[in-house]
């Protein structure tokens, strides 16, 4: 059975930096692309970032400059370093892997909230 557990999110203030982490285990088949989306209520979900497996990454224009992600290919694991954080960053953070047969997996979320 395929997990992925997030963890790192929190209450922050503006400015402030927040780490958020995904572990994946269970699957049998590599991972493509691995990535990070957020959804704030009434929202729709909307990518914060993703990295395929050769490190090439993708942003949001509301987070580049800001925000970085990265992964671990051997552990399985992506990481998203959030710096210079705002209250519009406050959302439920979601990661989600593609394996290279095109399975697509979430997580459960973490919540971010960012707040004086």
């Known amino acids: 059975q395929v997990q992925l557990v997030e963890s790192g999110g929190g209450l922050v203030q503006p400015g402030g930096s927040l780490r958020l982490s995904c572990v994946v285990s269970?699957?049998?088949?590599?991972?493509?692309?691995m990535g990070w989306y957020r959804q704030a209520p009434g929202n729709q979900r909307e990518l914060v970032a993703s990295i395929t497996r050769g490190d090439m990454a993708n942003y949001a224009d509301s987070v580049k400059g800001r925000f970085t992600i990265s992964r671990d290919n051997a552990k399985n694991t992506v990481s998203l370093q959030m710096n210079s954080l705002k209250p519009e960053d406050t959302a439920t953070y979601y990661c989600?892997?593609?394996?290279?047969?095109?399975?697509?997996?979430w997580g459960q979320g973490t919540q971010v909230t960012v707040s004086s």
């Open positions: 989600k892997v593609t394996t290279i047969n095109y399975y697509i997996y």
């Open positions: 269970g699957t049998r088949f590599a991972i493509s692309t």
